[in-house]
């Protein structure tokens, strides 16, 4: 129970009792009534901290990639993003493939008798990364990731720094041949367990054209080599990341219109170009 709940409890208990004593011993009315004053000012406090609870933005770090090379690349490039208005420190991110935690869970389905699926059965399903500090820019670091499914990806990230527990979900798919994604971020459970009444999500993003995909349940076949580096005389289609004669990553952060405009807002791709949660608005 918050502060500004026991303190409504209070106010109000004390309120009953003024009435009962300004109603019951008219001689000392007034003490009653000097109660159910203190208690308009319990419930007033209460009113501040239940309406006008500061919101504390967190900062913490996040996984979103892009596909290296090309926009139909079959492996992609996780970044590891920062959020937050204040560095993020001592950071553990958990990230796990569900495609291929599903592709093992099938299998392990068809064969009851088996503890664990056979090693390799769907390849690398998660792996771990610790961050020390991140700050609102500069890079933080990233790593490789083959989906099963370029097309078709969903993953949830586990993560733990020093302004709490966070749990991420991000899915991507291609939408009539446009990759479309969607990303939530929200407070881990004991968070939620001592807020009831606060929102748990941190970031939320979808687009409008986005659509749910089943998760995989096969391997994909395809096998061909990624193309990650800058080449001459290529377009890029958004979103994409390559690496540069520098071994640095960089991503596209606009397409040239046939109007001669530059499109930059590319919907919930922004966050491989922009830094969010600097501030409540």
């Not at 796990?96 to 056979?118: A, F, G, T």
């Not at 367990?193 to 076949?221: G, N, Q, W």
Request: one cysteine or more; aromatic letters at 10%; hydrophobic letters at 40%.
């Amino acid at each position: 129970m918050s502060r500004g709940d026991r303190l409504g409890i209070a106010g109000l208990i004390l309120g009953l009792i003024g009435i009962a004593i300004a109603i019951l011993w008219p001689t000392v009315k007034w003490v009653g009534w000097g109660a159910v004053a203190v208690a308009i000012g319990l419930g007033i406090c209460w009113a501040i901290l239940e309406f006008e609870r500061p919101i504390v933005v967190p900062s913490l770090v996040f996984v979103f990639g892009a596909p290296l090379g090309n926009n139909d690349s079959p492996v992609w490039i996780m970044m590891l993003k920062h959020y937050g208005p204040n560095p993020a420190y001592n950071g553990n991110v958990e990230f796990y493939d569900q495609d291929r935690k599903n592709i093992e869970h099938e299998w392990l389905v068809k064969h009851p008798h088996s503890p664990y699926p056979p090693p390799g059965l769907a390849g690398q399903s998660q792996t771990h990364l610790h961050v020390n500090e991140a700050g609102p820019v500069g890079p933080i670091g990233n790593f490789q990731w083959r989906p099963v499914d370029p097309n078709r990806q969903h993953y949830s990230v586990s993560i733990s720094c020093r302004d709490g527990v966070f749990v991420e979900t991000w899915q991507v798919t291609r939408v009539n041949g446009v990759l479309r994604s969607k990303i939530t971020i929200e407070h881990g459970a004991e968070w939620v367990r001592k807020h009831p009444k606060s929102s748990r999500v941190i970031l939320e993003c979808a687009d409008s054209e986005f659509s749910d995909a089943p998760l995989a349940t096969a391997l994909d076949s395809a096998n061909r080599a990624p193309h990650p580096g800058w080449k001459p005389n290529h377009k890029f289609e958004f979103p994409v990341a390559i690496i540069d004669p520098n071994g640095n990553v960089q991503v596209a952060s606009g397409i040239k219109l046939p109007d001669g405009r530059l499109k930059t807002d590319f919907g919930c791709w922004n966050l491989l170009t922009r830094h969010f949660g600097d501030s409540t608005t």
